[in-house]
């Protein structure tokens, strides 16, 4: 216990993108307690209950402790010698047989920053690949596309200090009660202080959230577009909208055409709320309130969603159409006025978004088909500007169906677990199995490691030192508190040494993360992402960038003066939209789009996927902690209590989970923390068990622009087990 504790090392929580500070209290080479850190702004001394159990997962009984390479079929323990020469030898077969491109890496939102930034340094100018991707493009990238798209800039404006300013709280696709539990307390906090602070709720099933709503909007899956369409629409019908604001700093437009004002209101007719009841399920009245809500002159109104808007379909569109309601009212870029997507992980935007870590990004928001952002790099790097390739490499879902289809002959995974997280599982699997698999991970088996042909056992969280960025643009430093348990090693290590084997000594000159982060802030410089240096961050509890400079102050607000350094000073308004070539962000027309799979005669139910407070992702972390798994040892499938009622179902029975790709058995729960609408069931993605893991069960439709799967929408049959 914390009175057990010789010292107090400073970290983060290794779950939620919340991104809270922790102190972990060691003892000799134990962690014996954690605590949060009360001088880390975003908990302010709070944990839940998944942060407070973290030394838990330390001493497990499936820790990896030695490479392990598999031989007829059997994992046999091995040396780092001969792992990583089996590794490179792969690597340079598949090289010299079928080029580059035959080579992949899928990384994570978890790993550091330093470890993403060196494996996609090495992928692309050692490799000579774009193959990179990783879980935040099933996670963030319709968020980003939708920040690029609207603003021309990835990562929100605001920060979390506008929960403790905002009057009004749209949540849309969002869970924050279970899946950003410190991020809900501020929040019910606030709403708590001040009896005018009103909080609206979109959700196709009624969570915990929605127990604070004070408008709840229980839509029909997939018909949020057509929800913030009507908002749109209603708020330029009643004059809600604030004109200069709209004409200083916005402009309009659909597909690639630019819109006028009137042509853009002239596409809203068919989103009237009396339209829209019939589209969406939600009364005319209440998309009315709700709209004059939100756009209220006087007060300020902050938005959040998360994957029910991103793991979509059409994730980029919905996340514009949020964009457009703050850029028609002018609430966004001062205190409590806020467009703010949270993410998922809790170095998502940290560690993929901002170094590179996707196949079409590099360092510092570049972009892979920008010639001038590789040049750049390229001159960091000190390599020839064509040794730097120019093709936007394999999205997730490309890069495993690669795998399938055998283009694919080397695939390393770092710190995530696609064999369990991906959809479609029953297809996608195979492909891990098949191509010869590299997984960097703590645990095995993992239902990804026992598809691996070597596992490389890796130093977990704080057991090394590095950066992670959470969702409001703050980077944190965690310092290593302890060593990793028999031979495992920080992923860094690991990346660096087989760089060196593979004979790319030059790219990497590197002995410590700090080495790696002093490279990296070097690529940070000219753009408007700058981040703090090592030392700065060794010490502070968190900064959010932009910070230009060691005597710069963090940045609060974006786009806007006197916060953000970048705006120019001569700015309307103090305003300026600086990712745009003309400073304008944009209110776009998009339609509604129905999702991919919808429910027929055959499949007449909606399956929606998430989180649930108690467990992170694949479970390998928190199904080791008992106290955890105590309260929810297996995942359910959650119905409607009428709709259980019609196919004789009672709360407890096994019931059949059945869609086009395969079946799923779990128990009913009727009466659970949630209650889906009709018609709707609710499965959380946690169960490691084959029958129970739903991700067998959905589809793979994506998001054209984003590439991000939809994990949110598919149909599926029920039938008593
Ligand atoms: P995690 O359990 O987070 O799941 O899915 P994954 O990323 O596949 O996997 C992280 C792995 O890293 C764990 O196995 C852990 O043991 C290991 N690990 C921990 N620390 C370290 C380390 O320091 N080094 C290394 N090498 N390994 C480490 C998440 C993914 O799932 C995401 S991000 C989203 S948003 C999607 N959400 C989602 C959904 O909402 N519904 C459904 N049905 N599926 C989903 N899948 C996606
Ligand atoms: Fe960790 Fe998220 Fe809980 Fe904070 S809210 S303690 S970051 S899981």
């Known amino acids: 216990g914390a009175e057990d504790a010789e010292k107090w090392v400073k970290g983060v929580c290794r779950y939620c993108g919340t991104g809270c500070g922790v102190l972990a209290g060691v003892k000799g080479n134990k962690i014996v307690a954690v605590k949060g850190d009360p001088d880390c702004a975003v908990n302010k001394g709070r944990l839940c209950v998944k942060g407070i159990l973290l030394p838990k997962i330390i001493n497990t009984k499936d820790r990896v402790l030695h490479p392990l390479i598999k031989k007829n079929g059997e994992f046999v323990e091995a040396s780092w010698d001969e792992a990583l020469d089996l590794i490179v030898s792969k690597i340079k077969e598949s090289v010299d047989q079928y080029g580059p491109d035959s080579i992949g890496f899928y990384g994570s939102g978890q790993t550091f920053a330093e470890e993403t930034y060196v494996a996609q340094k090495v992928i692309r100018a050692g490799i000579g690949t774009n193959n990179i991707d990783g879980n935040p493009r099933t996670c963030m990238a319709s968020a980003v596309a939708g920040f690029m798209t609207s603003f021309g800039e990835d990562e929100p404006s605001g920060t979390y200090a506008d929960i403790e300013e905002a009057d009004t709280f749209f949540i849309i696709g969002a869970n924050p009660a279970e899946a950003h539990p410190v991020l809900f307390s501020r929040l019910i906090d606030r709403k708590n202080s001040n009896p005018d602070v009103k909080v609206i709720v979109a959700d196709p099933r009624k969570t915990r959230t929605g127990d604070i709503a004070d408008y709840y909007l229980e839509f029909i899956p997939g018909r949020d577009l057509a929800l913030l369409n009507s908002m749109a629409q209603v708020i330029i019908e009643e004059n809600l909208i604030n004109q200069g604001f709209i004409d200083r700093h916005t402009e309009f437009m659909k597909g690639t055409d630019k819109l006028s004002f009137d042509a853009y209101k002239a596409f809203l007719q068919d989103y009237t709320p009396e339209k829209v009841e019939a589209v969406s399920g939600i009364p005319a009245q209440t998309i009315r309130e709700v709209a004059r809500l939100f756009a209220a002159p006087g007060r300020k109104t902050m938005s959040l969603w998360c994957m029910g808007l991103n793991q979509r379909t059409r994730g980029v569109w919905v996340n514009n159409l ?387 799967p939809e994990y949110k929408v598919c149909a599926v049959r029920l039938q008593k087990h």
Not at 323 to 329: D, F, Q, S
Not at 388 to 410: C, D, I, N, Q, R
Not at 529 to 544: F, V
Not at 613 to 624: D, I, Q, V
């Open 322 to 708: 949020v964009h457009n309601l703050h850029l028609l009212t002018g609430k966004i870029c001062s205190p409590g006025n806020s467009s703010f997507s949270l993410t998922g992980q809790p170095s998502a935007c940290g560690s993929v978004r901002e170094t590179g870590g996707l196949s079409h990004i590099l360092p510092a928001h570049r972009l892979v088909a920008n010639a001038k952002h590789r040049e750049e790099l390229a001159k960091i790097w000190g390599i020839d500007p064509a040794r730097m390739p120019s093709k936007p490499g394999y999205h997730t879902l490309a890069m495993f169906k690669a795998a399938v289809e055998g283009k694919l002959k080397f695939l390393w995974v770092m710190c995530t677990n696609p064999g369990q997280s991906l959809p479609n599982l029953e297809y996608y699997r195979p492909g891990m199995e098949k191509t010869f698999m590299v997984v960097s991970e703590a645990y095995h088996p993992t239902r990804t490691s026992e598809l691996a042909d070597v596992v490389l056992p890796a130093a977990l969280w704080m057991e090394k030192e590095g950066v992670y960025g959470n969702g409001e643009r703050r980077t944190q430093h965690l310092a290593k508190a302890i060593d990793p348990p028999g031979e495992a090693k920080p992923d860094l290590e690991v990346l660096i040494e087989v760089a060196k084997r593979l004979g790319y000594e030059e790219l990497v000159p590197f002995k410590t993360p700090e080495d790696v982060w002093k490279e990296y802030q070097r690529c940070q410089e000219g753009t408007a992402m700058q981040l703090a240096s090592y030392d700065r961050l060794r010490k502070e509890h968190g900064l959010t960038w932009p910070v230009p400079g060691d005597d710069k102050p963090e940045t609060y607000i974006r786009y806007a003066r006197p916060w953000d350094p970048y705006v120019k000073e001569d700015a309307p308004d103090g305003i300026e939209f600086y990712g745009r070539p003309n400073g304008r962000a944009v209110i776009w027309a998009r339609p509604q789009v129905d999702p991919q799979e919808n429910p027929d005669a055959e499949y007449p139910f909606y399956l929606t996927t998430g989180r649930i407070l108690e467990h992170w992702h694949t479970g390998t972390m928190t199904f080791n902690v008992p106290e955890l798994k105590n309260v929810v040892g297996e995942m359910y499938v959650e119905i409607h209590p009428e709709d259980a009622a019609g196919l004789g179902i009672a709360d407890g029975d096994e019931v059949d989970v059945i869609s086009r790709r395969a079946t799923c058995t779990l128990k009913a729960h009727l009466n659970g923390r949630g209650r889906p609408r009709k018609g709707l069931v609710y499965v959380p993605f946690h169960d490691q068990v084959k029958e129970r893991m739903i991700n067998r069960v959905l589809l793979d439709a994506f998001d054209a622009a984003s590439k991000q």
